[in-house]
């Protein structure tokens, strides 16, 4: 018996390709904020005045942690002692993220590292790494007299004002510390191209040295400007000028 003669399958039919823009993918920190419950909290004092609380808040925005913030009143006793520097800063900036509570700049910056480690809040590099936790640190522990001498005031402005000499050193310490950092990494932040830790430590001290008018070395005042650019850094001017409250002791005529 001959056999049945073969079918030629039928020809796929040809789908016209269509170009479609996928959706850019949504980070895991974004997705699990979705609930009120599971958004993290900030805890803050002055937009004005407080320098830790705008540390603690670029910390967290350059992490990319969605947040709510919660504001302490000037007028709270605790709150007010801490920014007049009669306390240590332990109300402001305190982050309540997944059941941890965490209240110092330098942990929250850690803390931060672990949960959202592709923010980049610290270089990839070991020995770059070891720089950025050490100044930081410096930071976050020294430079009283500079606190002291001259507090964060971003609705204040004093062209030519007298630096005394107990903040000198101070001053002269921070500039040693960005004009080793921006010709060692290249800048335009401490660190190279990317935004770290180090810049949120520093940037109430950008502010600071634009409010008293403070002379600046060409690479230190570029440095300036690039921390003042930056929109989170807008906006909390915006925010801070904006604020009702005064406190006499910081608002002085100098």
Not at 128 to 133: K, S
Not at 180 to 204: K, S, V
Not at 236 to 249: C, G, N, R, S, Y
């Amino acid at each position: 018996m001959p056999a049945a003669p073969r079918r030629k399958a039928p020809a796929e039919a040809k789908t016209p390709s269509v170009s479609r823009a996928r959706k850019p993918a949504v980070p895991k920190l974004q997705a699990v904020s979705r609930s009120k419950k599971d958004l993290a909290t900030l805890t803050l004092s002055s937009k004005n005045y407080s320098s830790w609380s705008l540390r603690g808040w670029l910390l967290v925005r350059f992490a990319g942690l969605p947040f709510e913030e919660i504001m302490v009143d000037t007028e709270d006793a605790d709150a007010r002692r801490e920014l007049l520097l009669l306390a240590p800063s332990i109300r402001v900036p305190c982050l309540k993220h997944d059941g941890a509570k965490v209240w110092n700049t330098l942990a929250i910056a850690q803390y931060l590292n672990e949960v959202a480690p592709a923010a980049g809040l610290m270089p990839t590099d070991r020995i770059a790494r070891a720089h950025c936790h050490s100044v930081s640190g410096e930071m976050n522990s020294g430079f009283a007299n500079l606190r002291a001498s001259l507090p964060m005031n971003l609705r204040g402005s004093f062209p030519k004002h007298k630096v005394w000499g107990g903040a000198k050193p101070d001053i002269e310490r921070v500039i040693e510390i960005w004009t080793d950092c921006l010709a060692r990494y290249g800048g335009p932040f401490l660190f190279g191209a990317q935004r770290t830790m180090a810049d949120a430590m520093y940037a109430p001290v950008a502010t600071r040295f634009l409010t008293y008018d403070v002379t600046l070395p060409a690479a230190c005042k570029a440095y300036c400007r690039t921390i003042m650019d930056m929109p989170e850094m807008k906006e909390w001017v915006a925010a801070a000028k904006l604020e009702k409250a005064e406190i006499e002791e910081l608002d002085m005529d100098f």
